[in-house]
């Protein structure tokens, strides 16, 4: 009885401790990786063999990035799905008309949302995966409709092609600070934007670089499965043996700044990261490092978190078990971010320690939602080619539907 109860005390301890101390590891090896290096792009020649593939559909309000994007012209391809409504297609070629912009319409109909951003489904990734068949140019970069970038894309481009890589993950910087959870989680990116430099494979959605024929190689064996769809992007590429960089060329994302839009933005990703450790974890001996800590650390050792907050380990308190818990994550903060410190720090403990008790578990539930929905378990599979059908070319500004 007593060893029971000393494990159980150890793995409490181990619960309470870890995610501190594994996230304290990956920002110290991921600073060290980044020691000494300058990114001026100084010595980045400008490519604009490229072009940019923006998916869009539902509503014509959520391209908020029309103008940024008319610097490029006609290398700008607006990706909607087939069964949309005369309206939503006479605004977007009005649209594109304005912009010179090119149109691709897809064959297959999106699911109605009510109006409401998609947090799941497959549209997006089919949008990118069947236009990539038309695109020409020997680069490409998917861009969500509500992103820009801070330098031109032509730069980043030319990175990608001095580094030799054949995909690059950006760095994803916030861009308000209005609220206080926005603030926090300033401090949240901060810490994943470091950790690619240990794993230069965690894409972001929102914008990322390849190869044309590299990223049509990769979406072919996409499970299209939209929460973690663009961590899978970089995990296919690496599987396959292709050169994957991290590029730190900063893009400005809005981050939620309601309790309402940040809870419903978690709950997806916890469902994405329960998919990607745990239904896919035979990837760990790939990536120790990221299993270690999202699978092992968060994931798996969830459970113990709730019992050193429970009145267990030899009937100690709530309330100490709380302060000791606390202490921990308020160590990590000092650790992690007292160069970027500001007021919102003390309450990022708490915010830290909330997400690692209340999220890892509602993620089990919402990756069977989303699962059960969509009819698709998210398996990565990067052996098996998934044909798509084939989809007519990207039309002019002046032409198509209206």
Not at 105 to 134: H, K, N, Q
Not at 150 to 157: A, E, K, N, T, W
Not at 159 to 184: F, Y
Not at 259 to 288: I, K, S, T, Y
Request: hydrophobic letters at 50%; one cysteine or more; proline letters at 5%.
């Amino acid at each position: 009885m007593a060893a029971t109860s000393a494990l159980t005390a150890a793995l409490v301890v181990l619960a309470v401790v870890g995610v501190p101390a594994v996230a304290v590891a990956v920002d110290a090896l991921a600073s060290l990786r980044a020691r000494g290096r300058v990114y001026a792009f100084a010595g980045t020649r400008a490519n604009s063999d490229f072009e940019v593939l923006v998916p869009i559909w539902g509503s014509i309000r959520y391209l908020e990035n029309a103008d940024y994007l008319s610097a490029h012209g006609d290398r700008v391809v607006l990706c909607t799905p087939a069964g949309e409504s005369d309206d939503f297609y006479s605004d977007l070629y009005a649209l594109a008309r304005r912009h010179g912009f090119r149109v691709f319409v897809a064959s297959f109909t999106a699911p109605r949302t009510g109006g409401r951003r998609a947090t799941s489904g497959t549209v997006r990734d089919r949008l990118i995966r069947d236009a990539l068949e038309m695109v020409r140019a020997k680069y490409v970069v998917p861009l969500d409709a509500d992103t820009t970038t801070v330098r031109p894309l032509d730069l980043l481009v030319g990175e990608l092609v001095r580094q030799g890589a054949d995909l690059a993950s950006v760095r994803l910087v916030p861009l308000n600070s209005d609220t206080l959870l926005a603030r926090l989680q300033h401090y949240e990116y901060r810490l994943a934007m470091q950790f690619r430099f240990l794993a230069s494979w965690l894409v972001s959605g929102a914008c990322h670089v390849a190869r044309t024929e590299v990223l049509a190689d990769v979406m072919s064996r996409h499970s299209l499965f939209f929460q973690g769809n663009d961590v899978e992007v970089g995990l296919i590429a690496r599987a396959l043996g292709y050169r994957v960089a991290h590029i730190p060329f900063e893009v400005p994302t809005t981050v939620p700044g309601t309790p309402r839009g940040w809870f419903r933005q978690r709950l997806a990703w916890a469902g994405g990261e329960f998919r990607l450790f745990v239904v896919n974890a035979r990837f760990v001996g790939r990536h120790p490092w990221f299993w270690v800590y999202g699978g092992v650390v968060t994931i798996a050792l969830a459970p113990l978190r709730w019992l050193a907050v429970d009145d267990v380990a030899g009937g100690v308190a709530l309330v100490s078990s709380l302060t000791v818990a606390l202490v921990l994550y308020a160590a990590l903060v000092a650790c992690l971010h007292w160069k970027h410190r500001g007021p919102a720090l003390l309450v990022l403990p708490f915010y830290m320690l909330f997400v690692s008790l209340v999220m890892p578990l509602l993620g089990v539930l919402w990756y069977a939602r989303m699962a059960w929905q969509d009819r698709n378990l998210g398996i990565i599979r990067p052996n098996l080619v998934r044909v798509a059908p084939r989809a007519p070319e990207p039309t002019p500004a002046g032409h198509g539907s209206s």
